[in-house]
C-alpha cells in the first residue's frame, strides 16, 4: 500500500466537492458556512500532497506546506465572521 | 512512503469524508461542531502523514476552533431564501465539480520528486513564512486581524433597554 500525489488529489477533490456541495444544500446560513473550512481543507490537502511528493529541486519544498497553514487559519477566519454575522442577522 | 504512513493517510481521509458527510446531513448544531472537529482530526492526520507535523498542530487547533463556534449554546440560526432550484443546481454542480478534478487528477502528468524534508518542518516553514513570504504572512495576518475584529463587533449584542432606561 502506498500514497501518490494521485490518491492525494482525490482526497482533496472529495473535500473540495464535499464542501462546495454543503455550502449549496444546506438552507441554513451557518450550517451552509461549515462548507467552508472543508473546502480550505481539500485545497490543503493537495498544497501539503505537491510538497510532499512533486515540489521541484529549484524551488522552495515547503511552500505548499504554507500555503496549507494560511489556509486552516483563513478557513478560521472566515467561519469565526459568517457565526457572528450570522448571529447579527438573527437578532435583528 | 512505508505501509504505516500510508495506512495513516487513507484512515485520516476517510474520517475527514465521515466528518464531511456529517457535516452535510447532521441536523443539530452540536452534532455539526462534533463533525467538524471529526474532520479535523481527518485533516490534521493527512497532514501529519504528508509529512507536515507543524501545519498539523495548527489544522487541528484551528479546526477545534471552527467546531466550538459551530456548537456553542448560543448558536443562532439565519434562514437564507435560496430556492430548492437553486440548492439542487448547486448540488449537482458539486457532483460535477468533483468529476471534472478527480479527472484531472487522474489525467495529471505530475512531476515526481524526492522529499527531503523532515516530518514536522516547522524551522524551515518558518524560514519560509517570516524570512521568504514574510509580506504574505503578514497580508494573510492581517486579513485575520480584520476578519476577527468584525466577528466581535458583529456578535456584540446591544445591552437590554431596561438597563438603560431610567437612568439619569
Known amino acids: ?92 | 512512503m512505508d505501509s504505516l504512513h500510508a495506512i495513516g493517510f487513507y484512515v485520516s481521509a476517510a474520517l475527514a469524508g465521515v466528518g464531511g458527510l456529517g457535516l452535510a446531513f447532521a441536523r443539530r448544531h452540536e452534532r455539526r461542531g462534533l463533525a467538524l472537529g471529526l474532520v479535523g482530526v481527518g485533516v490534521a492526520g493527512a497532514y501529519a502523514s504528508l509529512s507536515a507535523g507543524f501545519a498539523a498542530v495548527i489544522a487541528l487547533l484551528c479546526y477545534a476552533g471552527c467546531a466550538l463556534l459551530i456548537a456553542r449554546p448560543d448558536y443562532r440560526t439565519v434562514e437564507h431564501s435560496v430556492g430548492t432550484v437553486w440548492r439542487q443546481l448547486g448540488a449537482v454542480g458539486a457532483a460535477v465539480l468533483f468529476a471534472a478534478l478527480a479527472y484531472a487528477a487522474y489525467r495529471g502528468d505530475f512531476v515526481h520528486a524526492t522529499f527531503y524534508g523532515g516530518p514536522f518542518g516547522s524551522l524551515s516553514l518558518a524560514r519560509l513564512m517570516f524570512a521568504h513570504d514574510a509580506l504574505a504572512t503578514e497580508a494573510v495576518g492581517g486579513i485575520v486581524l480584520v476578519a476577527l475584529i468584525g466577528a466581535a463587533a458583529a456578535w456584540r449584542r446591544e445591552r437590554p433597554r431596561d438597563h438603560t432606561e431610567g437612568r439619569p
Open chain 1, 1 to 92: 500500500m502506498s500514497v501518490t500525489l494521485v490518491s492525494v488529489m482525490f482526497v482533496a477533490a472529495g473535500l473540495i466537492a464535499l464542501g462546495a456541495f454543503i455550502a449549496a444544500w444546506k438552507r441554513q446560513l451557518t450550517a451552509a458556512l461549515t462548507g467552508l473550512p472543508l473546502v480550505f481543507a481539500g485545497a490543503g490537502i493537495a498544497f501539503a500532497g505537491v510538497a510532499r511528493f512533486s515540489t521541484a529541486a529549484s524551488g522552495p519544498p515547503l511552500v505548499g506546506q504554507e500555503m496549507a497553514v494560511l489556509l486552516v487559519i483563513v478557513a478560521l477566519a472566515a467561519v469565526a465572521l459568517g457565526v457572528g454575522l450570522a448571529g447579527r442577522e438573527s437578532s435583528r
